[in-house]
């Protein structure tokens, strides 16, 4: 039983298309967590949701729209892929402060 | 968040006792010292944490020096799948907004046969 699932693993596209990452966690708890690892393998905090509410917005572009529908499952939107969006997309919850994170999709913009 | 300073790599033999350093000199005293490893290709994971008594858990140790400026993760007898990047991050317990951890560059782990 996978804690923190997210799909798909592999991402291909196109410059300009629109795509999802799909997250779903199965611990009860009520934080969730998109964060991004870039080439160089420095981990950023995208967005944080708490009980479906939106707690954390970095300075991320907003072609980025996360959606939480409840509080198992946060979604990660993107408009219009630009090559910079390639990179390693991590899907996070927390119950207090240790967060439990999913296995990532590498998104690869081509 | 206070800063912290890692190695950039270390090795360790199979077996034997991995000691990775943190310095975290500007730490506040409502921070907690947090570890995280991620192994090649998998997300990372939790391994302890603590604020300044030293812990211990089923993976390893942590070793909070008395001025808390300093600790130490203890892997007792690393095996090749401790093999990772392990990231010391310094945070504030009990906030509001979420856990916004802030991950450096880390340390590379690499356990020999």
């Known amino acids: 039983d996978t804690a923190v699932s997210q799909t798909p693993k592999y991402l291909v596209t196109q410059m300009g298309n629109d795509k999802s990452i799909k997250c779903e966690q199965n611990?009860?708890?009520?934080?969730m967590y998109w964060y991004k690892q870039d080439s160089k393998k420095f981990l950023k905090i995208m967005f944080s949701y708490n009980n479906k509410e939106l707690i954390i917005n970095e300075t991320v572009p907003n072609r980025f729209s996360p959606k939480s529908p409840d509080k198992a499952h946060l979604n990660l939107h993107i408009n219009s892929l630009e090559l910079g969006d390639s990179a390693v997309y991590f899907c996070a919850s927390s119950l207090v402060e240790k967060l439990f994170f999913g296995s990532g999709t590498q998104l690869s913009v081509l | 968040d206070a800063k912290t300073t890692q190695p950039t790599s270390m090795d360790c033999a199979e077996g034997r006792a991995a000691n990775l350093p943190c310095n975290h000199s500007t730490i506040s005293g409502n921070e907690y010292v947090y570890w995280y490893r991620q192994i090649h290709s998998q997300g990372p994971q939790y391994i302890i944490h603590?604020?300044?008594n030293n812990e211990t858990n089923e993976m390893a140790s942590l070793i909070i020096t008395e001025d808390r400026k300093s600790s130490t993760l203890i892997l007792p007898h690393a095996t090749l799948r401790d093999t990772a990047v392990y990231y010391c991050i310094v945070r504030v317990v009990g906030e509001t907004s979420g856990s916004r951890l802030t991950f450096g560059e880390g340390t590379q782990l690499t356990v020999n046969p």
């Open positions: 611990l009860g708890h009520d934080t």
């Open positions: 603590g604020l300044k």
